[in-house]
Every structure is written in structure tokens, then in C-alpha cells.
């Protein structure tokens, strides 16, 4: 069974960065399609980014483009996404997902 534990979110400011980390265990990032979604208070689950498996080769959505990057560790059997000049409408919970496995969310709220 593989288990994805999300780490790293918080309170931060407008213009503010965080780091978001992905822990895989039970599997290896290396197979997978590994990707971040989010979604905020009365909405939807929405895509934010993806990162192809064996490759390098990143997908993101256009709200996020240009100012978040997701990256894969595989000696860490970790996936991150590093994410720049926050915005407010940026806020909410964070998932973590491979395949068919989610995990639990992390909670991000930017405050203008």
C-alpha cells in the first residue's frame, strides 16, 4: 500500500514562499506520475502540478504557472513544490497524489 504524508504548509503573507514536501512510502516516485492538487473552501479539487515519472518533464495549471515548481527526489523517495510570490487565492489544502493514492493535505492559507 502506498502512503503519501504531506508536510510543509502554514500561514504566510502575499508575495510570500513555501516549500511543500511529499514523503512516498510502500512505492517509488520514480513510477509513478506524482502530482499536487488543491483545493479551497467551497471549491472543487483542482490540478496544480505534475511531474512525469523517470523524466523531468513538468506540468502545471495556468494559475500557477510561472511561480510554483514541482520537483522529485528520488533518493529521498520525495516529491516538493516549491511555491513563489504566494497569492491569497492561493489558499487551501494542499494533496499529494500517485496514481490512485492520496494523501492526507496540508493546509496552505495566504493572507493579504
Known amino acids: 500500500q502506498v502512503q503519501l504524508v504531506e508536510s510543509g504548509g502554514g500561514l504566510v503573507q502575499a508575495g510570500d514562499s513555501l516549500r511543500l514536501s511529499c514523503a512516498v512510502s510502500?512505492?517509488?516516485?520514480?513510477?509513478?506520475?506524482m502530482g499536487w492538487f488543491r483545493q479551497a473552501p467551497g471549491k472543487e479539487r483542482e490540478f496544480v502540478a505534475a511531474i512525469r515519472p523517470l523524466s523531468v518533464t513538468a506540468y502545471y495549471g495556468e494559475s500557477v504557472k510561472g511561480r510554483f515548481t514541482i520537483s522529485r527526489d528520488n533518493a529521498n523517495n520525495s516529491i516538493y513544490l516549491q511555491m513563489d510570490n504566494l497569492r491569497p487565492e492561493d489558499t487551501g489544502v494542499y494533496y499529494c497524489n500517485a496514481g490512485i493514492f492520496w494523501g492526507q493535505g496540508t493546509q496552505v492559507i495566504v493572507s493579504s
Open positions: 510502500g512505492g517509488t516516485v520514480g513510477v509513478y506520475t
